[in-house]
């Protein structure tokens, strides 16, 4: 047997603590440290170290327990049978790999027959009923003992106080989950929020912080709900005396208890996985959560048979859902500078699976933010995406923190051009003002061959860095002075593409005004807006030559784009430009063209075209209507309610009762840092 490092010695030592601190602060504190999927991977981490060195198994190692130490509050009890947890799998590969494990076991051949389950997300529950009346009711704890909650599970009415029917046994102990219904949740954060109290988490922490009230009244306004899953009923031929577990799902149900009625019978992978995968997307249309699906075999006989390990069933499996949310930890930050200069700190992430795609950046997206989160390297982080498009750092835990790890600050110069940076007393955003940076070069020249602008085929990010690395290009207008030569000694660009690349350049000349005034890049002003622009200053010498007080007073531009205007034109750079265009033959009037770009495309060429968004709360540094402006001219709609049409809603301080209408229609939730990152895209 090979030997561990002392160095994995000392990791494994380390995991068991961190897991023991985190269970100790759910159970007994009742005050959480990690999400239960930092937890997750903590102990998956653990459990494969302790598979292959089984000489580092302690007996305090969190692998050989099921949970933790009951709360002080509660008299302390043990359960009549174990409440085993179950094991987790997170992929069809690894349920199958599951079902190999257990079919392994058994001396023949069986063909299964599983039920499915919705996996309820609440706090699990043991009651016991004596001549079918409930005596006990008792939380998991440790699984071994828990805490005897009897008069606050007697609050619950989904659970019967007596069992219904005629023939009763004389003992019967019932497994199931209580939870918070996402409407109660809403209005009880609608109503801490009134009160000016911290608003409850999510319903799963909810429902066990409910559970754990010392006040039964205060446990009756929660109004809590049932749903049984397990029936263990003694016997002389041993406990549970039906055939199936469906059968047993239809005695409880017989007794008075609420089942979950979405089951399904299921006779192989492939049913499973589509049962799966159907309620990955309706589960956001349930009354209550749901993180994934409860695979049971139906048979009871085979269940005996199976039995248990130290911990959890052989005959059950949670099959859960891809998290919205996932641990990882940076490995760095790195600081990108756009088009406007706007400096924008990345964390470099260990790669993890989010929402079904790898994630290995995230946006850390301001300087405000990044000192908020008080982020080291090495952090553990959670991570999720923003609007499910842009991946972004929720939060830090500073508990897992590694010890001398070195805390990340915004740079004080450019990292592309050294010069010093300059932060906006009104703008969160810091910025590079220097306009001859190469960062700020290459996203201008990739914004002015957008789709949206000059459209010019064939100029991609990798080609502009070779450009503008090989200094043929210091500002959009060199361009137009590139020949065929030039380009043909560019990596994986021969003579043919290169032709063919100065050909889309060239006719780009021919594009309208408003293609080029939005390609120009200049703050604020989108493709829609650019054409209303040139609707009343068809020459870029008038637009140049147009007071403040002119363009704002056109509707749909406002103070805002006009000032950004006048800003633009001021910076003799910008003017430079300008004159340069004009040499090289790129069209800077409007004129009655076949490529004029019409209102329709030019929406459709927006960030947010056809969206619908809906803003509550107060944003950091816009008005309620400057933020429905900015939609707007990025082709997007605000709307005053939520609802199953709206795209995006944007999430600001104290936010109200749409917030949680989005959380519980499944709505994408953006903050001022995200939506200004789509309008920018």
């Not at 299964?112 to 009711?137: F, M, N, Q, V, W």
């Not at 994934?292 to 069933?313: C, D, M, W, Y």
């Not at 088009?339 to 700190?345: F, I, L």
């Not at 109200?656 to 953006?670: D, F, T, V, Y």
Request: charged share 25%.
């Amino acid at each position: 047997m090979s030997q561990p490092s002392r160095q994995l010695q000392d990791q494994t030592q380390k995991l068991r603590q961190q897991l023991q601190e985190a269970a100790h602060a759910y159970y007994v504190l009742d005050a959480p440290i990690m999400e239960d999927e930092v937890y997750d991977r903590l102990y998956r981490e653990l459990q494969a170290i302790e598979q292959e060195y089984p000489q580092l198994i302690s007996p305090d190692s969190p692998t050989q327990r099921v949970g933790d130490k009951p709360s002080a509050q509660f008299q302390s009890v043990r359960h009549n049978i174990p409440l085993y947890s179950l094991d987790n799998a997170f992929t069809i590969a690894e349920f199958a790999k599951w079902q190999d494990r257990w079919q392994n076991l058994l001396d023949e051949a069986i063909q299964p027959e599983y039920i499915c389950e919705l996996k309820i997300d609440g706090s699990a529950l043991a009651l016991t009923y004596e001549d079918g009346l409930l005596t006990r009711g008792v939380t998991r704890g440790d699984g071994e003992t828990g805490e005897d909650i009897t008069p606050n599970v007697k609050t619950i009415r989904s659970i019967p106080l007596r069992l219904r029917g005629e023939t009763i046994p004389p003992q019967v102990e019932v497994r199931g989950e209580a939870f918070l219904p996402l409407e109660t949740f809403e209005r009880l954060n609608a109503e801490r929020q009134q009160n000016q109290e911290p608003l409850l988490a999510n319903p799963r922490n909810a429902a066990a912080g409910t559970l754990r009230q010392l006040d039964p009244q205060m446990v009756a306004q929660r109004q809590l709900q049932f749903f049984a899953y397990t029936l263990y009923i003694p016997s002389d031929e041993g406990d549970r005396p039906f055939p199936t577990h469906q059968d047993a799902l239809q005695r409880l149900q017989d007794f008075g208890f609420q089942v979950n009625p979405h089951r399904q019978l299921a006779h192989s992978l492939e049913e499973i996985q589509a049962y799966y995968e159907r309620w990955e997307q309706d589960r956001r249309d349930l009354p209550y959560l749901t993180d994934g699906v409860v695979v049971k075999l139906n048979e009871i006989s085979l269940q005996h048979r199976l039995g248990f390990t130290q911990k959890a069933p052989r005959w059950a499996i949670a099959l859960k859902y891809p998290a919205e949310e996932v641990p990882t930890t940076v490995a760095s930050v790195s600081f990108q500078v756009g088009r406007t200069g706007a400096v924008t700190p990345v964390a470099n992430l260990n790669p993890v699976q989010l929402a079904g795609t790898t994630v290995a950046r995230a946006s850390l997206h301001n300087g405000d933010r990044l000192r908020e989160l008080d982020l080291h390297i090495g952090d553990t982080v959670v991570v999720r995406k923003a609007g499910e498009i842009i991946p972004e750092v929720v939060r830090v835990l500073p508990k897992l923190r590694p010890e001398g790890a070195q805390a990340v600050q915004m740079p004080n110069h450019c990292p592309e051009c050294q010069e010093a940076l300059f932060k906006p007393q009104d703008e969160a955003v810091t910025r590079c003002i220097n306009r001859s940076c190469p960062a700020i070069l290459r996203g201008a020249l990739k914004h002015w061959g957008s789709r949206g602008a000059l459209d010019i085929d064939g100029l991609g990010e990798k080609l502009i860095a070779q450009l503008c690395d090989r200094r043929f290009l210091n500002s959009v207008a060199d361009l137009y002075r590139l020949r065929p030569e030039d380009l043909s000694h560019l990596e994986r660009l021969g003579s043919k593409s290169a032709t063919k690349l100065v050909e889309s350049i060239q006719r780009s000349k021919q594009q309208p005004w408003s293609r080029v005034l939005y390609g120009l890049g200049i703050r604020h002003v989108g493709a829609v807006n650019a054409q209303t622009l040139v609707e009343r200053f068809p020459t870029v010498e008038a637009l140049a030559e147009a007071s403040l007080d002119e363009m704002a007073e056109i509707k749909g531009i406002g103070p805002e784009i006009a000032g950004a205007i006048c800003e633009w034109f001021e910076v003799r750079a910008n003017r430079d430009l300008i004159e340069h265009l004009q040499e090289v033959g790129v069209t800077l009037a409007a004129q009655d063209s076949p490529t004029s770009v019409t209102h329709s495309e030019a929406v459709a060429a927006q960030p947010l075209a056809g969206q619908t968004l809906v803003l509550t709360g107060t944003l950091p540094s816009l008005t309620r209507n400057e933020a429905k402006t900015l939609i707007e001219q990025a082709g997007g709609k605000v709307t005053g309610s939520v609802s199953s049409k709206t795209n995006y809603v944007v999430v600001g301080e104290n936010p109200g009762s749409k917030q949680a209408k989005a959380e519980k229609l499944g709505i994408p939730q953006l903050s001022e840092a995200q939506l200004r990152e789509l309008l920018d895209s």
